[in-house]
């Protein structure tokens, strides 16, 4: 299997779960028949879907669909990219995790000491619903061990 084919086996396993139920796949979703069904020039290490709407990717790419999209990305369900979601430059290393927070929130972890060029404490941030980070947010010291 190509590994575009890997990445769409596993988004449309994964929207199936978060948007459908495990049992039913989209008959509306077609990556062959998108523009540019290329997916992320990188591996994907997590996903998560905060509204049930959409599936947010992450991990150690540049570009989705031939957009850039540093390590992290929205897809609507039928996998085109969000455009109204970007998280901005993003992180200068890989996400390795991603978790639901509250209010449409998402928590992003992995192995980063910036994002977007400003420090993110405990190499972890906060992400908006539109994908624009939380200042607000502070996960405290790294943890080395």
Known sequence: MRPDSTFWAV???A?????????ALDPDFRPSQLPIAR???GPVSAMVSPSGDAVIIAGDFERVNG???QGIAQLKLDG????GWNAGTGPDGPIRTLTIG?????VVGGEFS???GLP???HAVRLKPDGSIDNSFDAGPAWDG
């Open 11 to 13: 988004l449309i396993v």
């Open 15 to 23: 929207v199936s779960a978060f948007g459908l139920g495990a049992d």
């Open 39 to 41: 997916g992320p020039d």
């Open 67 to 69: 957009v850039r999209r």
């Open 80 to 83: 085109t990219l969000d455009p």
């Open 102 to 106: 509250t209010e449409g929130t998402v």
């Open 114 to 116: 910036n994002w977007g």
């Open 120 to 122: 993110a404490s405990g």
